[in-house]
């Protein structure tokens, strides 16, 4: 959205999608009247159907993603699929957008801050910030997102990147400092109530728990603090979300998802699960 808006101005609508309604919000645009001389879907991957559809408008249409559960759409002219990149790392879906409005729109303003922002992101977004590089600004960046906001987070970034300005100031530094009091006492928390099953993943130790914010950097330190769990898996009752961690090398959670109707990274995994479910759980405990 930041980099939508830092090359469209005001000539741009944006949709924040996630897979429980991505499929709607494209048909949506499909059968639409308006007029859009283009459709960004970055960062995540349509069913077949759509993508059928999405053919027909295909001059119309640009698909950008990371997520090698998405690779099938790489048949589709309108599509980019890219897992990783030999000179950059792993890919994601902000750094495959710049690259793209770099190379075909005029009047992109590059600047160096947005340059590393971008890379943050994309650091962040791959967990190389902490695998391979060891830099904390990345995930500050994610920190100062969730303190402010994604709407405050986002006008302030234009503005800062569209004017080559420095990515934090001061204020944002304090905010940082707090919020990382708060992120080690949720984790700590959480530690403290980690649930550990040897039956629902046949062949596989988990540690399960219930958690609403603070998921990559909770799944984690979990999964550090517990060596002996293959991977953790995160519920969020509120967003009816589950998210699979691990920091094991020979494991792909992306397959563990697509069980569960989601998919993801070998990683970073996540799937959703039906409401119902949450009315079973409420009926159980208050029968």
Not at 24 to 30: A, G, L, M, R
Not at 73 to 94: H, I, R, T, W
Not at 258 to 266: A, E, N, S, T, Y
């Amino acid at each position: 959205e930041i980099l939508g808006r830092i090359a469209f101005g005001e000539d741009i609508d944006v949709v924040r999608c996630d897979y429980r309604n991505i499929d709607d919000k494209v048909e949506e645009f499909i059968n639409s009247d308006e007029e859009y001389d283009k459709l960004f879907i970055t960062d995540i991957s349509v069913k077949k159907e759509l993508a059928d559809a999405l053919n027909n408008v295909s001059d119309k249409v640009i698909l950008l993603d990371h997520h090698k559960t998405a690779l099938w759409l790489n048949e589709y002219p309108f599509a980019l699929v890219q897992v990783e990149d030999e000179s950059v790392g792993k890919m994601c879906g902000a750094y495959l957008f710049y690259e793209y409005l770099k190379k075909n729109h005029e009047e992109f303003n590059d600047t160096l801050a947005l340059k590393l922002f971008i890379d943050y992101v994309r650091m962040y977004d791959t967990w190389e910030w902490k695998e391979k590089y060891d830099n904390i600004i990345p995930k500050r960046l994610n920190d100062l997102m969730y303190i402010d906001g994604p709407n405050e987070f986002i006008d302030k970034m234009v503005y800062r990147l569209g004017n080559n300005l420095f990515i934090f100031d001061d204020t944002d530094l304090m905010k940082l400092q707090i919020e990382q009091t708060y992120i080690n006492s949720y984790i700590a928390q959480k530690n403290e109530t980690l649930m550990i099953n040897d039956n629902l993943f046949p062949g596989y130790t988990v540690g399960i728990t219930f958690a609403d914010k603070y998921i990559s950097e909770l799944g984690n330190k979990l999964c550090e603090l517990h060596p002996e769990l293959d991977f953790v898996v995160l519920i969020n009752m509120s967003t009816l979300a589950v998210s699979y961690r691990t920091v094991k090398d020979d494991l792909d959670l992306s397959d563990i998802a697509k069980r569960f109707g989601g998919g993801g990274h070998p990683k970073a995994s996540g799937s959703r699960f039906d409401a119902s479910i949450v009315n079973d759980m409420l009926n159980n405990i208050f029968k």
